[in-house]
T-cell receptor, first 115, second 108 residues
Framework: DAGITQSPRHKVTETGTPVTLRCHQT?????MYWYRQDPGHGLRLIHYSYGVKDTDKGEVSDGYSVSRSKTEDFLLTLESATSSQTSVYFC??????????????FGPGTRLTVT | GQQVMQIPQYQHVQEGEDFTTYCNSSTTLSNIQWYKQRPGGHPVFLIQ?????EVKKQKRLTFQFGEAKKNSSLHITATQTTDVGTYFC????????FGTGTSLTVIP
């Protein structure tokens, strides 16, 4: 498996609290992605990054923000968590954009529960 | 996303039976990828198809890209319990989208 770690792996938080999920890679890949996975919806792109400080929105970006200050780290922040953000969150990396046909490597996932 | 339809959503097969999942797009694609996710695991890249009509094989798995590059299929011959999981197609529909997946259960 590619060198991708996510932290925390599990988190339970209350509605209205801020939450930050971290993705760390040791592969020096330029592209990093945050997905959420929910039953019946597959994997949906939240935000992605194409370089340090370069990010863009995905399909389901409302309520989420991201930051990438170093090549190896990509942070996903829920400013004020809601129950609809209960999900499994996956980070992924790729050498080039997935749209150009480059495979993505996924981290182990973070299970987030918002009560 | 909305631009890709993956069917069926679920499939239960007896061990040894064949299995096929289909990915249908409303637009022509430059490439399509397939991923597998074991229960409780993360998606793992299986293969990429680029050419019209392309067929690729990995042991018992056969992947096909349609002539019009708007659909793709994954066929597993003689399923085994190790094939259990969810299979996703993924591709560049504007941004990079994953299909909703087909969950395969293999009954021993």
């Amino acid at each position: 498996d590619a060198g991708i770690t996510q932290s925390p792996r599990h988190k339970v938080t209350e509605t209205g609290t801020p939450v930050t999920l971290r993705c760390h890679q040791t592969e020096n890949h330029r592209y990093m992605y945050w997905y959420r996975q929910d039953p019946g919806h597959g994997l949906r792109l939240i935000h992605y990054s194409y370089g340090v400080k370069d990010t863009d929105k995905g399909e389901v970006s409302d309520g989420y923000s991201v930051s990438r200050s170093k090549t190896e780290d990509f942070l996903l922040t829920l400013e004020s968590a809601t129950s609809s953000q209960t999900s499994v969150y996956f980070c992924a990396i790729s050498e080039r954009p997935g749209t150009s046909g480059y495979e993505q490597y996924f981290g182990p996932g973070t299970r987030l529960t918002v009560t | 996303g909305q631009q890709v339809m993956q069917i069926p959503q679920y499939q239960h097969v007896q061990e040894g039976e064949d299995f096929t999942t289909y990915c249908n797009s409303s637009t022509t694609l430059s490439n399509i990828q397939w991923y597998k996710q074991r229960p409780g695991g993360h998606p793992v890249f299986l293969i990429q198809l680029v050419k019209s009509g392309e067929v690729k094989k990995q042991k018992r798995l056969t992947f096909q890209f349609g002539e019009a590059k708007k659909n793709s299929s994954l066929h597993i011959t003689a399923t085994q319990t190790t094939d259990v999981g969810t299979y996703f197609c993924a591709g560049p529909w504007g941004q990079f989208y994953f299909g909703t997946g087909t969950s395969l259960t293999v009954i021993p």
